[in-house]
């Protein structure tokens, strides 16, 4: 034994007993705690690589194709049709995002046929890319994840893909419905906790994607119109994995992911709910409500997150900013307060479900017109395509190259329900567009002047009760 040593043990021996005893279960408290955090420490997970479909250019769908599928399909009205072509022109769609295949067919019907033709185009091609460049077997997946809110076939997707790509008897497959817009974060989330139960690391491929032919509203509900002048085909696949040999070639690394479930309340619940329309027509309505209880959700759930993802500095400076308000009487100002994230995340993929949703955010979090610059470009581009969207808008950081090693970047995304889900990753190397980047060819347009489609009927004239509302309001 040292001197030093010998010197601090007698120092022990010399202290009281009523001292002594605490001060050794202190220490050997600590230790075990230690070890504990050690032993339960979860292994890391990456995000290996990830891949968006892109559609064949022959499915573009712009005003043009729209106005000629309502026209020839005589299930509108002209009232109807008028009240779509305002909807897409203040949608902050483009005029090259996707259609469904029934919508080019002729035949002016949604069939199962047309339902599984669109999901096995998109499903089966981003699989086959995402493997093809992770250099990953299909025999090598060990949990499956597929997500589809509308359409849920029998046999599952899941199983659809494991009988393309010929995997392994004991995959654990699932396949998630009515999950909504946050299915992809979800997905995510769920990958993570199941590769941590497992005994090996090994891979999870999670699928998102939506399916809109056999879930276009044939009516005249207003409600439910919008979802035709929304969305679009679009699909999304990402590789997660635990496996510690691959971090060099993974592109991130999951930091943390959050949950937030709004169901109990009935504005949640009731937001957007697929229903029957007066004539037994079946589509998805959006209440006027969608906009306000995405705000209230979205106040609730970072509220839960920011404690984990902001520095002590920007924390301490939210506290003392809400406790300035309150001492000066304005307790609906301190409400109204909410803390900079921009300090937490270099770069942030919002939710982009239509204009007014990210507006919304924008609004509540006080995000400058750059930070939600990619959400806008990717409802332009490719519309709303659900559970996908955050990996397009990842997508467009990569090919404006903007990820640099070390940056974190927030994935945000809010489903029918009403709820929201994050996920949050930290770049292990600076990041290019890959081959198979939906934005390769039209990166270099955005950020750019979003046009606005000219209407058709030039001479649209509004019905009685629609011109008088408007005489009423110039008065």
Not at 7 to 28: K, Q
Not at 102 to 127: D, P, R
Not at 415 to 432: M, P, Q, Y
Request: proline content about 5%; glycine content about 6%; overall charge positive.
């Amino acid at each position: 034994m040292s001197p030093s040593m010998a010197a601090a043990v007698s120092s022990l021996r010399a202290l009281p007993l009523h001292i002594l005893v605490p001060l050794v279960a202190s220490a050997l408290a600590f230790i075990v705690a230690v070890f504990r955090r050690i032993l339960r420490r979860q292994r890391p997970v990456y995000l290996l690589n990830y891949s968006c479909h892109l559609p064949d250019a022959d499915r573009q769908c712009n005003l043009e194709v729209c106005e000629y599928f309502g026209l020839r399909s005589k299930r509108y009205t002209d009232e109807t049709a008028d009240f779509m072509r305002l909807i897409f022109r203040k949608s902050g769609l483009g005029q090259e995002t996707f259609a469904p295949p029934f919508i080019f067919s002729g035949k002016f019907e949604k069939t199962l046929a047309f339902a599984i033709q669109e999901a096995e185009e998109g499903l089966f091609t981003v699989v086959s890319q995402l493997l093809a460049k992770s250099d990953v077997s299909p025999r090598d997946v060990s949990v499956l994840i597929v997500a589809c809110s509308m359409f849920s076939p029998q046999p599952s997707l899941a199983t659809m893909i494991v009988r393309r790509f010929k995997m392994r008897d004991d995959v654990k497959a699932y396949s998630f419905a009515g999950m909504g817009c946050s299915a992809g974060t979800v997905g995510i989330d769920m990958a993570a906790r199941l590769l941590r139960v497992q005994r090996r690391p090994g891979y999870a491929l999670v699928v998102v994607t939506e399916n809109t032919s056999l879930n276009w509203y044939f009516g005249n509900n207003k409600h439910m119109l919008v979802t035709n002048c929304i969305f679009r085909v679009g699909s999304a696949a990402a590789l997660i994995t635990d496996v510690p040999a691959r971090r060099a070639d993974a592109k991130y690394e999951l930091l943390r992911t959050l949950r937030t479930h709004h169901g109990a309340d009935d504005a949640a619940y009731n937001a957007a709910v697929q229903m029957e329309d007066e004539d037994g027509g079946v589509g998805v309505a959006l209440t006027k409500d969608l906009v306000r209880v995405a705000g209230a959700g979205l106040r609730s759930h970072i509220a839960t997150l920011a404690p984990y993802v902001l520095p002590v500095s920007e924390l301490l400076r939210y506290v003392y900013r809400v406790a300035w308000a309150y001492s000066g009487g304005n307790p609906k100002a301190a409400a109204a307060l909410v803390p900079d994230f921009q300090r937490a995340f270099e770069h942030m993929c919002i939710h982009s479900g239509g204009k007014a949703v990210i507006d919304t955010v924008a609004k509540l979090l006080g995000f400058a017109p750059a930070v939600v610059e990619p959400a806008r470009a990717t409802l332009h581009r490719f519309g709303n395509t659900s559970s996908s969207l955050v990996f397009y808008e990842l997508a467009y950081f990569e090919a404006k190259r903007r990820v640099r090693a070390g940056d974190r970047l927030w994935m945000l995304a809010f489903g029918t329900g009403f709820k929201a889900c994050s996920v949050v990753w930290r770049a292990l190397r600076d990041s290019g567009p890959d081959a198979d980047n939906p934005w390769n060819g039209c990166a270099h347009r955005y950020p750019a002047a979003l046009p606005v489609p000219t209407p058709r009927r030039q001479n649209y004239q509004p019905q009685p009760e629609q011109q008088q509302q408007l005489e009423e309001q110039k008065k």
